[in-house]
Each structure stands twice: as C-alpha cells, then as structure tokens.
C-alpha cells in the first residue's frame, strides 16, 4: 500500500500501525504527536490504527521558531 | 520593589519577556541567549520531524522541566490549521497554552483578523489557554478578550522587521480596551523598544529576531531582559508629564548677586 508521511510517498507493507511506523523510521517519542489523515490520533491508539492505501500520515515535534 | 510577576493561564512568571527559538547560529547559541533573556516562557514552532526520525531536537536545548513552552501556530493560514496544530501540540505534551497566529498574508506576516477570533473562540471552548498575536487594533483586542484570549498579543511592527513600536497610541488604547495581560508581540529591534512597549503599560513583551538576529545574541538578550524589567519599573514609577520650556530643578532662591 502508498502512504504518504510528512508528505513523501512511502509503499509500505499491509497491516501496518502507526507504532510500527514510528519504529521503522526510528522517530524519538518525546513530545511527538501524530495525525491521520488530518486528525490527532492519541498515542494510546498507536498500536491498533493500522494504515490504509492513501492514508496521509504527519508526524510533528517542536521545533525552532518564533517571532 | 514593584510586583512584577505576570500571571497567565493561572501560572505566574517573573519574568516578562518571551522569546523565540528560530533563526539562531546554532542551538547552543539559542541555549545560552534564553538563559541570558532570563524569560521563563519559550515558543517553539510545530513542524514535520525530518526522516528517518532521529537527530537533535531542539528540546535536547531548551529543557520543558525549567521553561514553560508556549507553542505556535506561525504558518497556519486558516483558523482550521491553526486549531489542528494546537490539538497536535497538545497531543505531543506541550501543553495548553498557546501562542495562536492565523497569518492572512505571506508578504507582511498580518493576521487574518476573522479566523483569528474564530479560532481563539474554538481553542478557548476547548480549554486552551490562548494568546493570540494580532494587528494593533484595541477592537479587535476586545472582541479577542470576549472569545475567551487569555492575554492579547498586539504586533508593534511587521513580524521581523525590527521597526519598534510603529502606533504607541493604539497600544495605549488597546491597553485601556481591554482587561486581559497586553504582550507587544512583534516588531522590537533593539532594546529601547522594549523599554517603550513596558513604558507604555504592557504585561510583557514576545520576540525572537531581535535576539536572535543580532549579531551577538547573547548580549542582546541581556539588554532586552534589563530594558524589559527598566520599561516595567519606569512605566510604574509614573514618569514626569512633558513640558515645552525648562524647568529649573535648583532653587531660585538664594542665588548669590554678582553684580557690581
């Protein structure tokens, strides 16, 4: 199945959850969050939301900005 | 001398100032120019993680047990993304209160007055604290406070442009508008700007290219953090009213007669 993370396109195998994902590409947990298909999935629904071909994944943490 | 804490969200702060974490030389940098500010609120932007996800994080820099982190929604056009970003920062452990910007032009970085006040009604009703940065407009900051803001966050000047306090007056004015914390959020360049926003009465002051921009921001974040507390101390002082003509400050009387 395609699913696109933080906008770039990844095929990826069936069945997969966001905790898989997460742990594939090797994401620190510490305030992170992640939304699907534009709505936040709380991080105790990470391992039983499995993904689905067209899915939009982003997965965001704070960064550096301002004013 | 003076109380000086600011209360926001039930939360009290001594210090006045809020700065950024964008734009820096480096993350040690950033680290050592917010010590120096001495500011106990820090924002930070939310945005995509890079992948593969490892690699510094600006948290690694900026401790979240020491400073309140305020997240920002900088780049969200529409109220919609900006309540998304808020759900995501909240989700991600950064809290509630928040720093809500909904941009309305690419160009000159003002807000979209109207999704601005929408997304402060949807954001207050879900129980974040919410501070919005909007145009200096003492209407528009009593229609922000009726939707639930929990400070208003007039802009001095363009977003990063360093042009200081463009309409004192209409600061003023907001600051009589309004019973909610005013912060001047945008626009300082150099110290004497700060002074002048907390001169003229405002709660605190938000920046970040001011400091961070500067050529050594450490030493500017020190004269905004004195200029923050000097504005704060003079403006409760009271200062003289100005006058056309001097006025002697030593006695007339008793002046010797020199003349012959």
């Known amino acids: 199945m395609n699913v696109t993370?933080?906008?770039k396109s990844m095929e990826l195998?069936?069945?997969l959850t966001i905790e898989d994902l997460l742990a594939r590409l090797g994401v620190r947990r510490e305030f992170t969050a992640v939304a699907l298909n534009r709505e936040v999935t709380p991080k105790h629904q990470y391992t039983e939301s499995v993904l689905r071909d067209g899915d939009k994944v982003e997965i965001v943490r704070p960064m550096g900005g301002g004013r | 001398m003076y109380d000086t804490s600011l209360w926001l969200?039930?939360?009290e702060f001594k210090s006045r100032l809020i700065v950024g974490t964008g734009k820096y030389p480096s993350f040690e940098n950033m680290r050592d120019a917010i010590e120096a500010s001495g500011a106990e609120i820090v924002t930070v932007a939310v945005r995509r993680v890079s992948l593969p996800g490892q690699g510094e994080s600006l948290l690694d820099y900026v401790d979240p047990k020491r400073y309140t982190l305020l997240p920002n929604t900088a780049g969200c056009y529409t109220a919609d993304e900006a309540v998304r970003t808020c759900y995501l920062a909240r989700e991600?452990?950064?809290?509630?209160?928040v720093k809500l910007e909904v941009i309305g032009d690419s160009r000159t970085l003002f807000p979209d007055a109207i999704g601005l006040l929408e997304a402060t009604r949807t954001l207050a009703r879900e129980g974040f604290t919410v501070l919005p940065y909007t145009n200096?407009?003492?209407?528009?900051?009593?229609k922000l406070e009726d939707a639930g803001a929990a400070a208003v966050m007039p802009l001095g000047a363009p977003i990063g442009s360093g042009l200081g306090i463009r309409n004192p007056y209409n600061i003023k004015l907001i600051l009589e508008?309004?019973?909610?914390?005013v912060i001047v959020d945008a626009g300082v360049g150099t110290a004497?700007?700060?002074?002048?926003?907390m001169e003229l009465g405002c709660d605190g002051v938000l920046m970040n290219t001011a400091i961070a921009g500067a050529k050594d921001p450490v030493a500017m974040a020190t004269a905004m953090k004195l200029a923050v507390e000097a504005g704060r101390l003079a403006s409760k002082a009271g200062r003289i009213g100005k006058k056309l003509y001097a006025t002697a400050s030593s006695p007339l009387e008793g002046v010797p007669d020199w003349t012959s």
Do not use: H
Request: glycine share 18%; hydrophobic share 40%.
């Open chain 1, 5 to 7: 993370v933080n906008g």
């Open chain 2, 136 to 142: 200096d407009d003492p209407v528009m900051a009593k």
């Open chain 2, 92 to 97: 991600a452990g950064l809290g509630t209160l």
């Open chain 2, 9 to 11: 969200g039930g939360k």
């Open chain 1, 13 to 15: 195998s069936d069945g």
């Open chain 2, 192 to 197: 004497s700007d700060a002074a002048i926003a």
């Open chain 2, 177 to 181: 508008a309004v019973t909610v914390p």
